[in-house]
DNA sequence: CTTGACGTTGACGTAAACGTAAAGCATGAT
DNA sequence: ATCATGCTTTACGTTTACGTCAACGTCAAG
């Protein structure tokens, strides 16, 4: 932060890397691929509040592996004007579309997840065997 | 298949690779990686059931976005040796790492799934006020 | 026996997602 | 004034996960 509070937070590339644990270089990177586009102060990257709540929804993105350029069209969605009615409805045909994909990762991970259960009962068991 | 029931059935590398849904190259590629490794009748690859399972947990591991080395740990895991109890010990603790991991991303998920919520509801509020 | 259809091994190419110097501004501290 | 810090761009390097030839083996069909 910088601003001691009179108007709205800002952070420097070095705070908002530090913060979200990567280097300055990866959000530059994500700024190349237009993921955010901090304000300029000079030559400067002045970060606001939206910049990093974006930054939050990429590595949330990534955790779940997606690629960054689909990452960019979903957060993009997000902040896409929704006055027309042909534009809204277009923004909730992609919302379905997204949704199945995450429904699926979703049974993935509960069935990777009971797998994994059912192994640890098994070892238990062996475990128990021995003793 | 090829066997005409006899005995246990095999595939060839073309047979799982269309199965499955992806190229020889792949294949052969995960093999380079040692997360498959098919029996050789002379030159020619011959895929068991064993491959079709390891093969699927692959592809289930990619869905979720995990690199191939880890998938590898991972799926060499499940066939691990598990005779001696500091053996035994050390999968339980592999397990609740891989655990802990895939609890996070269910979480990502999960909270990914209730903003996409959240936000079609909105767009289909600003809809109505348009009708 | 030659032609395909499929299989094999290299080996190089490529896209994504950064890492890693190199070299130049800008600004406050000494 | 200069010196150290931190930020900037430019640009080439690296890893992962395959794609894409090239060049050759093999085996049943015509």
Known sequence: MIDGMTSAPTWT???VADEFGVTH????????L????????????????????????????????FPLEEIRTIIDLFDAPRGRRTQ??????????RRADLDQRLRD?????AELGEFERRCREDLDKLA
Chains 1, 2 share one sequence.
């Open 13 to 15: 590339i070095a705070e």
């Open 25 to 32: 270089r990866t959000v530059r990177h994500y700024e190349d």
């Open 34 to 65: 237009g993921l955010i586009s901090p304000e300029r102060r000079g030559t400067q990257r002045v970060y606001h509040r939206r910049d990093r709540t974006r930054l939050g929804l990429i590595l949330r993105g990534k955790r779940l592996g």
């Open 88 to 97: 809204l409805e277009y923004v909730l045909d992609q919302i379905d579309e």
């Open 109 to 113: 991970i509960q069935d990777a997840i």
